[in-house]
């Protein structure tokens, strides 16, 4: 399905309320027709006063409307996006990208949910050939290859 703005802010709003309290405030949605990312929150840092801390704001979720993914990995990629939200809007550090907050977000709200958010998803060869058509061949050679070797392991 190719999502919309509409369906991402209500499965923002159910998600919201189902994993997080209801406590991430509204924040504007863009589609993104990038070819590098499903989904992603963006942010400025800045400082309300002159020695003041570092502060998160300016949020923005951009979910990618390019491909036509199935609705289950849309939603989890809207989660995934919420969970970086979650931490950047509070304010909080993580040990990294994808840090042991994350995790820890992420494995609380799989369970909680019976969800399948990842920090990583791997395109199909379809859906690769779908975002770089003019590497078609190149990916399909790719793939080849691939399988070629495979068969090679098994007999
Ligand atoms: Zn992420």
Same mark, same amino acid.
């Given at each position: 399905?190719?999502?919309?703005?509409?369906?991402?802010?209500?499965?923002?709003?159910? =998600?919201?309320?189902?994993?997080?309290?209801?406590? &991430?405030?509204?924040?504007p949605?863009? &589609?993104?027709?990038?070819?590098?990312?499903l989904?992603?929150?963006?942010?400025?840092?800045r400082?309300?006063? &002159?020695?003041?801390p570092?502060?998160?704001?300016?949020?923005? &979720?951009?979910?990618? #409307?390019?491909?036509?993914?199935?609705?289950?990995?849309?939603?989890?990629?809207?989660?995934?996006?919420? +969970?970086?939200?979650?931490?950047?809007?509070? @304010?909080?550090?993580?040990?990294?990208?994808?840090?042991?907050l994350?995790?820890?977000?992420?494995?609380?709200?799989?369970?909680?949910?019976?969800?399948? +958010?990842?920090?990583? =998803?791997?395109?199909s060869?379809? @859906? @690769?050939?779908?975002? =770089?058509?003019?590497?078609?061949?190149?990916?399909?050679?790719?793939?080849?290859?691939?399988s070629?070797k495979?068969?090679?392991h098994? #007999?």
């Open positions: 399905m190719t999502p919309t703005v509409d369906y991402i802010k209500s499965c923002f709003d159910e =998600y919201n309320a189902l994993f997080f309290g209801n406590s &991430l405030p509204p924040i949605v863009k &589609l993104s027709s990038a070819r590098t990312f989904g992603k929150v963006t942010f400025t840092r400082r309300s006063w &002159l020695f003041g570092l502060r998160n704001e300016n949020f923005v &979720l951009r979910i990618n #409307t390019r491909l036509d993914l199935p609705e289950e990995l849309i939603q989890d990629t809207i989660i995934h996006e919420m +969970i970086h939200y979650y931490i950047a809007v509070n @304010q909080w550090k993580d040990t990294s990208t994808h840090g042991k994350f995790r820890r977000e992420m494995a609380r709200i799989n369970a909680e949910g019976n969800r399948h +958010i990842s920090i990583s =998803y791997r395109l060869k379809e @859906q @690769q050939i779908e975002l =770089y058509p003019e590497r078609k061949e190149q990916i399909e050679a790719f793939s080849l290859r691939k070629q495979c068969n090679k098994q #007999t």
